[in-house]
């Protein structure tokens, strides 16, 4: 089983109350998001505060609001989040994105989401963990986190979204309806060579040529070590590293 808590070099996530536990899909996402000019960024299904606390890692000035509609997990994101080096730039909501919405908070330069993948799946038994992984109307769907942020992003700011490639596509679609267009790519394979296991994603509201890239988790050699360049992304973050 999972550990109830994640060790990081600089801040310890806390996980027994939430559905979803630290992974490597959301650690790469912490860790390639482009913070450049990031000045008030939104995390959107925070989980544990993970993100949340990526970012105020990495950018010392970015005000960081996060929304959970889990109760329970917001709660330990809040708590986690109080417990880090950066209490005061990060606020958890525990609120659904609509209930969010209907706020009106100011604009976000960023915003970023490890949204729920599985579409059109068998849903777990566990209701926490169906909202975390299921996308559906009731949980949070492509559509509203599209739309949310076609209306919440400043000009020039940039939505960043990991997805497995099948569902990126999917999301891509609802994102370019609402004016959001891919400004960069990076696709994650698991060894070099192997199929794509996620895009992540970054939309703006001008249309331009992606910039794409890559990235594999593990080397080819045989003891299955991770990559220089993983190793190098996670640097900061990974205690082993």
């Known amino acids: 089983m999972p550990n109830d808590y994640f060790q990081f070099q600089q ?3 806390e996980q027994g109350a939430c559905a979803m536990k630290v992974s490597t899909d ?4 912490g860790a390639a998001a482009d913070l450049r000019g990031a000045t008030r960024l ?5 989980g544990t505060g993970l993100l949340a606390l990526m970012a105020a890692q990495r950018h010392p000035t970015v005000q960081i ?5 889990d109760v329970a997990a917001a709660a330990q994101a809040t708590a986690n989040a109080a417990a880090s080096p950066w209490p005061g730039r990060i606020r958890i909501h525990a609120l659904g994105l609509a209930e969010f919405a209907a706020t ?4 976000f330069s960023h915003i970023i989401c490890n949204p729920p993948f599985f579409r059109q799946s068998l849903r777990s038994p566990d209701a926490a963990r169906t909202t975390a992984r299921h996308e559906a109307a009731d949980t949070l769907s492509f559509e509203a986190l599209a739309a949310f942020a076609a209306a ?15 569902e990126m596509q999917v999301f891509a679609q609802e994102a370019a309806g609402l004016g959001l267009h891919p400004a960069t790519r990076l696709v994650v394979r698991h060894r070099p060579g192997s199929r794509p296991l996620r895009h992540i994603v970054g939309f703006r509201q001008e249309a331009a040529q992606v910039a794409e890239t890559e ?3 593990r080397s080819a050699t045989d003891d299955g070590a991770y990559s220089a360049e993983f190793r190098a992304l996670l ?7």
């Open 11 to 13: 801040f310890r996530i």
């Open 26 to 29: 959301a650690c790469l996402l």
């Open 42 to 46: 939104l995390d959107i299904g925070t």
């Open 65 to 69: 609001e996060a929304v959970e509609i």
């Open 104 to 107: 009106q908070p100011a604009p």
């Open 152 to 166: 919440y992003l400043r000009p020039g700011g940039l939505l960043t979204v990991l997805l497995p490639p099948p």
């Open 215 to 217: 990235l594999v988790i």
């Open 235 to 241: 640097a900061g973050f990974y205690l082993a590293l």
